[in-house]
Nanobody, 124 residues
Framework: HVQLVESGGGSVQVGGSLRLSCAGSGFRSSDSCMAWFRQSPGKGREAVATLDHDGGTNYADSAKGRFAISKDNAKNTLYLQMNSQKPEDTAMYYC??????????????????WGQGTQVTVSS
């Protein structure tokens, strides 16, 4: 069965960097859409970045220029490099996968498979 396990979250100061990882099993990342979402208290789960099977990317406006999504197909692992972090980046970050589409959707309903999340806290 499909399993996604996130790691790399933690506490960071404003302007700092973190790299999140998502180790996948039970499917091939090379054939799948993958994405990072985040959810902060009282808000809905929103897309941060998506990565098509062929490397095409999409970013939320809040992430453009600061975050970078990538994957290592040999390791079946998805990454999110987060730089110049802001307090509003504080959230639970989730990895998601869609094994059917090659071009990713943008909404949480487009992704059937999810990890358990990793917390990111940015403090000033």
């Amino acid at each position: 069965h499909v399993q996604l396990v996130e790691s790399g979250g933690g506490s960071v100061q404003v302007g700092g960097s973190l790299r999140l990882s998502c180790a996948g099993s039970g499917f091939r990342s090379s054939d799948s859409c993958m994405a990072w979402f985040r959810q902060s208290p009282g808000k809905g789960r929103e897309a941060v970045a998506t990565l098509d099977h062929d490397g095409g990317t999409n970013y939320a406006d809040s992430a453009k220029g600061r975050f970078a999504i990538s994957k290592d197909n040999a390791k079946n692992t998805l990454y999110l490099q987060m730089n110049s972090q802001k307090p509003e980046d504080t959230a639970m970050y989730y990895c998601a996968a869609d094994r059917v589409k090659w071009v990713c959707g943008w909404f949480k309903t487009d992704f059937p498979d999810w990890g358990q999340g990793t917390q990111v806290t940015v403090s000033s």
